[in-house]
């Protein structure tokens, strides 16, 4: 069965500096650092990763760092995306 990690960035809006890397993989392996290194070892081993907003907003600032424009965009699921599908009376709603 493929592997799918859960992530999540807090970026500051003034410096675009990433503040805060939170990842949870389908396998129950947690982790919460502001490593980018660590969480690109970490994240490497899932077939797919999967957030909010991530194709517009936290790979975006994930690739600046890493310096490398294509990182993730081929193992990518966004959630937002999915919301239409998932809610079609309210595609775009806000979360709860």
């Keep these: ?7 999540d960035i807090e970026v500051s809006p003034d410096s675009k500096k990433i503040l805060d890397i939170g990842a949870h993989l389908s396998d129950e392996s947690i982790f919460h650092k ?8 970490f ?4 077939d797919y990763i999967c ?3 991530i ?8 690739q600046l760092h890493m310096g490398n424009p294509g990182w993730g965009v081929d193992k990518a699921i966004d959630t937002l995306l999915l919301s239409p599908l998932l809610f ?7 979360l709860l």
């Design 1 to 7: 069965m493929p592997t799918i990690a859960f992530f």
């Design 34 to 41: 502001n490593q980018l290194e660590q969480f690109s070892a």
């Design 43 to 46: 994240i490497n081993q899932s």
């Design 51 to 53: 957030g909010h907003n």
């Design 55 to 62: 194709l517009a907003h936290d790979l975006t600032y994930l």
């Design 88 to 94: 079609p009376k309210t595609p775009y709603h806000h």
